[in-house]
């Protein structure tokens, strides 16, 4: 969502982890998906599907303008927004890279509810073009970048925390064969010639100097930004100290053109993008780098309230409307509290 910039009050109230988050950071919808937990407008007699672009513009009324989706490859090379589990549960167990597009479909993989990568770029880039969302204000245009380039952590109170994310943001974390340079590229080419390259946040999930799709996209596209996927449940993934690499290239008036081609490759890295579960060091190192930090997933009121503490600068649902009421009470008590 969109938030104003936080002022600390000084001595009207104790520093609070919380607090010092709550106004700035953004809710990522994961996978369109938690429709029914969105309020509803008055002309709605039913929720949007999940999963669609109904539920998109939904939740982009709500003041929800950052949607993390995945993508897989069917046999035909159709790239749908669907992750492979919600994929296999819709078709009967099929897995999209045994299954042509057609067979997608009648399977019961529907247009409406998996939609292709392409068509949610397209109603992405409309959104941003044409609808403001309710949360103001609206201090983006469509062809800037959500992007802060940063050498060193901000401070929210006074507490060190990650940029926040400026206006809406497209992140695409491609599954399997669809993570492919060819794949990414053709997909980040889309974005921009719809005018929302600035807004596109690729993941990848190595991010070292033998990266196909890092290096590929730094070559094609240096304008685009990169996010580092880390999983807890990988080793190589665990060194917190290993995280001040990443920040190469992320200072402001970086040469993307330089000869250095690590310098190139790390110019276009701006965010990381952790699970939930790296402890509170690990998260320290990530948010010390200066780049964007979004975790994954918070589906609960105490996971909100220790990601806010970490001072991230948003977070991956599936539960829009619970966190969005979750983090509104929490901005209501931190008012109260004259925190800001």
Known sequence: ALVTSARFSSGLARPDPECSSAREVSICSHQLKGMASLPLNSDDATPPRDGSLAGMTAMWREGITCFDMDGVLTSDGVMLAAHPKRFADATGG??????????ARDA???????????????HFASLVETVAPDAPPYRWRGDDSFARRTVSPRRRGRRPAAPPLTGPVLCLDLKGDALAPAHATRLVRLAETSGVGGRVLVYVYDGGEDDAVLNALAEKHPGVAVGLGRRDEDPTHLDADALRVAARGA??????????????RRG????IVPSVGFDARWYEAAVRTGLHVVSWVVDDEATLRAQLARGVS??????????????????????????W
């Open 108 to 122: 019961g993989a529907d247009e409406a509810g998996f939609p292709t990568l392409d068509d949610v770029i397209a």
């Open 94 to 103: 099929a897995r999209p890279a045994e299954t042509t597009l057609a067979r």
């Open 251 to 264: 200072e402001g008036g970086a040469d993307l053109n330089d000869d250095d081609d690590d310098d190139e």
């Open 314 to 339: 948003g977070f991956i649902t599936n539960e829009p409307g619970a966190m969005l009421r979750a983090l509104h009470d929490t901005r209501i008590r931190c008012e109260r509290k004259n925190y």
């Open 268 to 271: 276009i890295v701006r965010a």
